[in-house]
């Protein structure tokens, strides 16, 4: 009897202790098991983390004390003022003439024209020679520069030889690209290529703006310009579908550069008349269009916001 009952007290304190490890196994698993799921916790907070604020997109200056301008014959005031000359006293960017009230006249004043602003652009200057133009501009440390180019690459002898697409948005790029990398903060402002369609509209009607024409101005739009036979009909409008690409490539260029400001096609949308038109050529600006194109470009780079 005292063996049997030796035997199952042993059985006993051996269930006893088994019990107590397993209940102790137990409870160290869940141990780990809490550890475990509290470290994926914390590395789920780490990762996440706060997000970064964004960059805060550098505020437009609407009075810059210094301009340069690039681009072609409509900044250089060509066929304004007398025959086959330029008058950059009359371009809408830079002019000094009280008249036309300039963008830089109108920010600068009369007195801070002569000495604060420089006009690079050159008469026939297609979007190749902007790079060139850009470079000289950079070298007057500029806290503005305006553009408008593009006519002349969509103004040539035939369709066939107006600049691609492509290569307008190169020349373009390299040119903002070189603005950048010498002035950083300067600040540049680009207005659209003019409609070209609505100025063969609008000079057809004076039969000496036609005669002027036959002299070789922009024969892809204006060559023939009472002819209305299929074949002329589809050359204007593959000049005009060019136009609108060529804005479309400053719009998007410029909108990559937060310094730069487009005219949100005004130049081309303005619905311009004979007024507007050189009397010696029917192509290029009048003093009348230098004034409003200077308006345009005055409104849109002191707007609180940019042109949509």
């Not at 789920?44 to 301009?67: E, H, L, M, N």
């Not at 002349?152 to 492509?166: G, L, W």
């Not at 593959?238 to 005004?266: H, I, M, P, T």
């Not at 600006?285 to 002191?302: C, F, K, M, V």
């Amino acid at each position: 009897m005292r063996i049997r009952r030796r035997v199952r007290g042993r059985e006993r304190r051996s269930h006893a202790a088994v019990a107590t490890a397993t209940a102790a196994l137990l409870v160290l698993l869940g141990a780990l098991a809490g550890c475990d799921a509290g470290d994926d916790a914390d590395a789920g907070r780490s990762t996440a983390g706060p997000r970064p604020s964004p960059r805060p997109t550098p505020a437009w200056d609407r009075s810059p004390a210094s301009i340069a301008a690039v681009g072609d014959s409509i900044t250089r005031g060509f066929d304004a003022c007398t025959v086959l000359a330029d008058c950059p006293e009359v371009s809408w960017a830079t002019g000094t003439d009280a008249t036309v009230r300039s963008v830089a006249w109108r920010l600068l004043g009369a007195a801070g024209v002569a000495g604060r602003t420089w006009n690079h652009a050159k008469s026939g200057a297609r979007m190749a020679e902007l790079p060139e133009q850009m470079t000289r501009a950079v070298a007057d440390k500029p806290e503005l520069v305006t553009v408008m180019v593009g006519a002349n690459d969509a103004c040539r002898d035939d369709v066939s030889h107006m600049t691609s697409v492509a290569d307008f948005r190169t020349y373009f790029e390299t040119s903002v690209k070189k603005l950048r990398s010498e002035l950083p903060k300067s600040q540049l402002y680009v207005s659209s290529v003019p409609d070209l369609k609505r100025l063969w509209s609008e000079g057809r009607v004076n039969p000496l703006g036609k005669e002027i024409w036959k002299l070789g101005i922009c024969q892809s739009m204006l060559a023939s310009p009472d002819a209305m036979d299929a074949v002329a009909v589809a050359r204007r409008e593959s000049v005009q579908e060019r136009v609108v690409a060529y804005n479309e490539v400053l719009k998007d260029v410029c909108a990559k550069d937060a310094r730069c400001r487009y005219d949100g096609g005004a130049v081309f949308e303005y619905r311009f008349s004979g007024d507007q038109l050189s009397q010696w050529d029917w192509f290029h600006p009048s003093r009348n269009g230098q004034q409003r194109l200077a308006e345009i470009a005055y409104r849109n780079i002191t707007a609180k916001e940019p042109p949509a």
